[in-house]
């Protein structure tokens, strides 16, 4: 194991923690810091340096923060929703060139530290700009949120000789508008889909019938066996009658012949003869089948013979199998857990959103931080919002800036009030769609 020294500049500065103040404070250079070769941990006098890692993009390090020159931050902001000029509406994405420096030297990093806890501003200054961006409808125009939210973090961003916030845009890419003939296409097609899956549902059902009914037959086939056998007892039934009629005398010959006999699953069959004389006989068999229930079968066989000389037979089965049932359904997957999308939350419909802020800049329609220490959960932590409230104090917009980790679908947000100066704490719902699982 082994360390090395780094020197940072007097326009530099590291953020360090007071011990005697009890919170994190910037250390304007030039001095000297020690960075451990292993586990790059940063050191200033035996005080452990804070890493910034979002800070790369910004064009700073990992450990320490240009206070005196510009920089530049490029900002990518997806989901514009613009008119296209035809009456439909498009979605665009801009990348926006973004100069700024942290305000005053080390107090917009104090700023940065007291206020936001040393997190990206990236997030909120992202939403921020879509909402300039609508408000524009594609013009020039005001970076009004982009300027609030960029002090709320000590930054400073660069002005004209008007005093007008200066935003390069870089480019801008247009996601395809989608006419009403376009829209009644995909709706068509949706529906298709929609068919096509419930056809693949029928076949799947249908493969599951005849799997079940495979099963059915060969019961089937062995109830058969038995009815076979009813129909050959009937014709030695026959066979008896037709001897016991025969006999030299006629006249006097009367046969009567009664035979009961029981078969396995339920079959049972009854011949009866009267009659004399000698002669054939004929007879027939019917099986009728029947599926219902529970998939389960059930059979009937019945005929009747009759000879020459006026015997009758008649005979009739019932025959039923035991019943099975198709495999129960899988249960449905839990409910997954994870980090919050970085995107918007559904705003509770009234009077769950009528909080009372009386926070001044939230009245002012600007967007209000909100700090993960703000915020509690049945599970999950760590998430960061931003609120925007109307005149009345009332909640119509809730964004996330910092995802957390843990949150899951069902559970609910609770945001304490005194984060909007309100009367009231607001609860926000979290659904599966805003996990990012």
């Given at each position: 194991?082994?360390?090395?020294?780094?020197?940072f500049n007097?326009?530099?500065?590291?953020?360090v923690?007071?011990?005697?103040?009890?919170?994190?404070?910037p250390?304007q250079?030039?001095?000297?810091?020690t960075?451990d070769?292993?586990?790059?941990d940063?050191?200033?006098?035996?005080q452990?340096?804070r890493?910034?890692?979002?800070d790369?993009?910004?064009?700073?390090?990992?450990w320490?923060?240009n206070i005196?020159?510009?920089?530049?931050l490029e900002?990518?902001?997806?989901?514009?929703i613009?008119?296209?000029?035809?009456g439909d509406k498009?979605?665009?994405k801009y990348r926006l060139g973004?100069?700024?420096?942290?305000k005053?030297?080390?107090?917009?990093?104090?700023?940065?530290?007291?206020?936001q806890?040393?997190?990206?501003?990236t997030?909120?200054?992202?939403q921020?700009?879509r909402?300039?961006l609508?408000t524009?409808?594609?013009?020039?125009g005001?970076?009004?949120?982009?300027?609030h939210?960029?002090g709320?973090?000590g930054?400073?961003l660069?002005k004209?000789?008007?005093?007008a916030?200066?935003v390069?845009?870089?480019?801008?890419?247009?996601?395809?508008?989608?006419?009403?003939e376009?829209?009644l296409?995909?709706?068509y097609?949706?529906?298709i889909l929609?068919?096509?899956?419930?056809?693949?549902?029928?076949?799947?059902?249908?493969?599951?019938?005849?799997?079940v009914?495979?099963?059915?037959?060969e019961?089937?086939?062995?109830?058969?066996?038995?009815?076979?056998?009813?129909?050959?007892?009937y014709?030695?039934?026959m066979?008896?009658v037709?001897?016991?009629?025969?006999?030299?005398?006629?006249a006097?010959?009367?046969v009567?012949?009664?035979?009961?006999?029981?078969?396995a699953s339920?079959?049972s069959?009854?011949?009866?003869?009267s009659?004399?004389g000698?002669g054939?006989?004929e007879?027939s068999?019917?099986?009728d089948?029947?599926?219902?229930?529970?998939l389960?079968?059930s059979?009937?066989?019945?005929?009747?013979?009759?000879?020459?000389v006026?015997n009758?037979?008649k005979?009739?089965?019932?025959?039923?199998?035991e019943?099975?049932d198709p495999p129960?359904?899988?249960?449905?997957?839990p409910?997954?857990?994870?980090?919050?999308?970085?995107?918007?939350?559904?705003?509770?419909p009234a009077?769950?959103?009528?909080v009372?802020?009386k926070?001044k800049?939230a009245?002012?329609g600007t967007l209000?931080?909100?700090?993960?220490a703000?915020?509690?959960?049945e599970?999950?932590?760590g998430?960061?919002?931003?609120?925007?409230?109307?005149t009345?104090?009332?909640?119509?917009?809730i964004?996330?800036?910092?995802?957390g980790?843990?949150y899951?679908?069902?559970?609910?947000l609770?945001v304490?009030k005194?984060?909007?100066?309100?009367?009231?704490?607001?609860?926000?719902?979290?659904?599966?769609d805003n996990?990012?699982?």
């Amino acid at each position: 194991m082994g360390s090395h020294t780094e020197t940072f500049n007097a326009h530099e500065a590291v953020c360090v923690y007071d011990k005697t103040q009890g919170i994190e404070v910037p250390d304007q250079g030039p001095k000297s810091v020690t960075i451990d070769d292993i586990t790059k941990d940063v050191t200033l006098n035996g005080q452990p340096v804070r890493k910034f890692e979002w800070d790369k993009a910004m064009g700073g390090t990992f450990w320490k923060f240009n206070i005196v020159g510009w920089q530049l931050l490029e900002l990518t902001v997806p989901d514009v929703i613009l008119d296209d000029g035809n009456g439909d509406k498009a979605n665009f994405k801009y990348r926006l060139g973004l100069s700024y420096k942290w305000k005053s030297g080390t107090k917009g990093i104090e700023t940065l530290l007291k206020d936001q806890g040393g997190r990206d501003p990236t997030p909120l200054l992202i939403q921020a700009a879509r909402l300039d961006l609508k408000t524009q409808k594609g013009k020039e125009g005001a970076w009004n949120e982009l300027l609030h939210v960029a002090g709320q973090y000590g930054m400073g961003l660069k002005k004209d000789s008007l005093g007008a916030v200066i935003v390069e845009i870089l480019e801008t890419t247009l996601n395809k508008a989608v006419s009403k003939e376009e829209k009644l296409e995909l709706d068509y097609l949706k529906q298709i889909l929609n068919q096509k899956a419930t056809v693949q549902k029928h076949l799947f059902e249908a493969e599951l019938a005849i799997a079940v009914s495979g099963k059915a037959a060969e019961q089937w086939a062995a109830n058969y066996e038995r009815v076979a056998k009813v129909k050959t007892d009937y014709m030695m039934a026959m066979n008896v009658v037709a001897k016991g009629a025969g006999g030299r005398d006629r006249a006097s010959s009367r046969v009567a012949a009664c035979c009961c006999c029981s078969v396995a699953s339920k079959v049972s069959a009854s011949i009866w003869g009267s009659g004399e004389g000698s002669g054939g006989g004929e007879g027939s068999i019917g099986i009728d089948t029947d599926f219902s229930g529970k998939l389960g079968l059930s059979q009937q066989a019945s005929g009747e013979g009759k000879t020459e000389v006026g015997n009758k037979i008649k005979w009739s089965s019932d025959i039923e199998t035991e019943n099975f049932d198709p495999p129960a359904p899988a249960p449905p997957p839990p409910p997954t857990s994870g980090p919050l999308k970085t995107a918007t939350l559904t705003v509770p419909p009234a009077p769950g959103n009528a909080v009372g802020a009386k926070l001044k800049t939230a009245l002012a329609g600007t967007l209000v931080p909100v700090l993960p220490a703000a915020i509690t959960s049945e599970a999950g932590g760590g998430a960061a919002l931003a609120l925007t409230f109307d005149t009345s104090g009332s909640v119509t917009a809730i964004f996330v800036t910092v995802p957390g980790t843990g949150y899951v679908a069902g559970n609910t947000l609770t945001v304490n009030k005194a984060s909007y100066d309100g009367t009231h704490d607001l609860t926000i719902t979290i659904s599966q769609d805003n996990i990012d699982a």
